[in-house]
């Protein structure tokens, strides 16, 4: 029988527990430059095989604070003329210019990368059913699902997203990440293995505030996109992770749920955990899981989402996906690989592993605990 070497099946299996995950908050909201981040995401390359990679920074436009920083993928002009007309009719855009980049021999093919500062037009926010972030949702499906070659890939404010196909050192160089500073930082370097790799797949995912990476899949994307897209979401770029940014803003944002609900619902405990618990706990679980089933992230996953106030990072139940988290006075960080965080912190406080299903959370300490 022939024997059969790393070289024979290399390139014909999947590796299923790839991608680089990574994310920190300074809890006193002080801002670090984006190199650390890029630096030590380069750490943890051989997670990635060069068809992805991203960076979400916030806190980098404090002169532009109070207006939603719209980031979008033209492939064309027309592309780019067609969603322009649309920002400029809804919006009152007070600043737009192309993202500064620099020439990275890696880089290639690169659409128009173009960002927006703008606020909804107070006519169209007359009527009290509609609020400003859910206008801005509509505006951003309306972009990614209607015009050809148009995506908004970062719409929050003070925050933004720097993404694209790359690894993540080539990404952080194209976009001179160098030059932003941040409180929180999330970043991911992606090993594609069923869906393409192309700039818009590229993580994190975001939309309004919310910032998503993600490693592993998610078996139950199809019955998560029909549910999100009962309540308006479009999922358009070609990926499972999309569906977890609009989960998270639905359940937090539209359903006002606190926090430590809206994590058993993306993670629940198993019925055979849940029969063990006592009566309050045993009734208040099943009724969520009932509800929400729909909402259930099935399948392996390891993902870190970032927000305004702070960072959430969260295992699949039976963790099948790598991730640590440490910290030190002031700052916490979490990664698949402790080696991404001493490369930051050569010296923790604390180290651990959460257990699957189990959320750690770091905000703000002016903001306190989301519950």
């Not at 926010?125 to 801005?136: H, V």
């Not at 194209?174 to 594609?192: D, Q, V």
């Not at 989960?247 to 749920?257: E, F, N, P, Y």
Request: proline fraction near 5%; aromatic fraction near 12%; include cysteine.
């Amino acid at each position: 029988m022939k024997e059969i070497t790393p070289r024979h099946i290399e390139g014909e299996v999947r590796i299923p527990s790839a991608c680089g995950l990574l994310g920190y908050i300074n809890k006193k909201g002080e801002l670090t430059a984006g190199y650390h981040i890029v630096s030590a995401m380069s750490v943890m390359r051989e997670r990635g095989n060069g068809l992805g990679a991203g960076f979400a920074g916030y806190g980098i436009y404090p002169d532009r604070e109070d207006y939603y920083a719209f980031h979008l993928f033209f492939e064309d002009i027309s592309a780019k003329e067609e969603a322009s007309f649309l920002l400029y009719r809804y919006l009152d855009v007070v600043q737009e210019e192309k993202i500064p980049t620099r020439k990275v021999r890696a880089i290639k093919n690169s659409p128009l990368i173009w960002r927006y500062f703008a606020k909804p037009k107070e006519e169209y926010l007359e009527d009290e059913e509609i609020t400003e972030e859910d206008f801005i949702v509509d505006l951003v499906m309306k972009i990614n699902s209607q015009i050809k070659g148009a995506y908004v890939f970062s719409s929050g404010k003070n925050m933004g997203v720097f993404k694209g196909v790359g690894y993540p050192e080539d990404i952080g160089e194209f976009y001179k990440l160098e030059e932003y500073y941040a409180y929180t930082w999330i970043a991911h370097s992606r090993f594609p293995t069923n869906t393409p790799g192309w700039w818009g797949g590229a993580h994190p995912f975001s939309l309004l505030d919310w910032t998503v990476v993600h490693n592993g899949e998610i078996s139950s994307y199809g019955t998560n996109v029909r549910y999100v897209e009962m309540f308006g979401y479009k999922c358009t770029l070609k990926t499972d992770t999309e569906v977890i940014a609009y989960l998270v803003d639905l359940l937090l944002r539209r359903h006002k749920l606190p926090l430590d609900i809206v994590i058993k619902i993306l993670a629940p405990p198993f019925y055979s955990i849940i029969d063990r618990m006592d009566e309050s706990d045993r009734t208040k679980l099943k009724a969520i899981r009932a509800v929400y089933q729909s909402c259930l992230l099935n399948g392996p996953f390891a993902i870190i989402v970032g927000f305004r106030d702070g960072i959430i990072a969260l295992n699949d139940r039976i963790k099948l996906r790598p991730l640590v988290a440490g910290e030190t006075r002031d700052f916490v960080y979490v990664a698949s690989e402790e080696s991404a965080i001493r490369a930051l912190a050569p010296e923790l406080d604390r180290v651990w592993m959460p257990r699957g299903g189990e959320a750690v959370i770091a905000t703000l300490e002016e903001k306190g605990v989301l519950v």
